[in-house]
């Protein structure tokens, strides 16, 4: 009923900038909270960045000062601006969000089909 589309992966040498965008469709009344996860080969998928509906954002520690998460209400999309960027960042990255099909369901989640970064030299 809802669609995640990613966007932005992609190649990049250490040091370097990547910027991911995922646009929820669907039938959406409202959606909640935001987030990026990733999932680097032989390793559990962990949370990287999470926006409240409000605005409210919080990061692993491991990229904070260098990632930075957002949102546009108005498009249902989130994004994850990427600085900076180490080889261990390497992984599939896949966005999530919290959505209210109308006002009287309770809050359904949904996973995008995933991005791949990968950070090499």
């Known amino acids: 009923q809802v669609q995640l589309v990613e966007s932005g992966g992609g190649l990049v040498q250490p040091g370097g900038s990547l910027r991911l965008s995922c646009a929820a469709s669907?039938?959406?009344?409202?959606?909640?909270?935001m987030g990026w996860y990733r999932q680097a080969p032989g390793k559990q998928r962990e949370l990287v960045a999470a926006?409240?509906?409000?605005?409210?954002?919080n990061y692993v520690d491991s990229v904070k000062g260098r990632f930075t998460i957002s949102r546009d209400n108005a498009k249902n999309t989130v994004y994850l601006q990427m600085n900076s960027l180490q080889p261990d960042d390497t992984a599939v990255y896949y966005c999530n969000a919290g959505v209210l099909h109308d006002i009287w369901e309770s809050e359904h989640t949904y996973w995008g089909q995933g991005t791949q970064v990968t950070v090499s030299s």
């Open positions: 926006v409240a509906g409000g605005g409210s954002t």
């Open positions: 669907g039938r959406i009344f409202r959606v909640n909270d």
